[in-house]
Nanobody
Framework: QVQLVESGGGSAQAGGSLRLSCTAS????????????VGWFRQAPGKEREGVIV???????RVADRVKDRFTISQDNAQNTLYLDMSALKPEDAGTYYC??????????????????????WGQGTQVTVSS
């Protein structure tokens, strides 16, 4: 069974930074293949889940406008780990952050970050709080 586990959530000051990690069992997060979309989504209380930043099926980074130039996605092949580096944090960045992987139907293009339904595997989420 595939399992994704996020870690690194916590509290940060507005303008601060935080790194989230996603590790997988039963799945290779860093493999380059048409079905291997991987990335990050988030959800604030009372709001719908939204895309943050992902690698699409061509391994091209797709970033939501709300986090452009502040968040980056990266990976460690040896550790089979995906990272989300967040900087210049704003109170609106608070919420539960989810790692997602695998697109049974390959996804190419900027719209991938908005298409949560295309991702098959999901982690349990990790909480991020931003204080003013």
């Amino acid at each position: 069974q595939v399992q994704l586990v996020e870690s690194g959530g916590g509290s940060a000051q507005a303008g601060g930074s935080l790194r989230l990690s996603c590790t997988a069992s039963g799945y290779r997060l860093t493999e380059h293949s048409p079905n291997n979309c991987v990335g990050w989504f988030r959800q604030a209380p009372g709001k719908e889940r939204e895309g943050v930043i992902v690698y699409d099926s061509g391994r091209t980074t797709r970033v939501a406008d709300r986090v452009k130039d502040r968040f980056t996605i990266s990976q460690d092949n040896a550790q089979n780990t995906l990272y989300l580096d967040m900087s210049a944090l704003k109170p609106e960045d608070a919420g539960t952050y989810y790692c997602a992987a695998n697109c049974p139907t390959p996804q190419y293009g900027w719209w991938t970050v908005k298409n949560a339904a295309a991702f098959r595997y999901w982690g349990q989420g990790t909480q991020v709080t931003v204080s003013s």
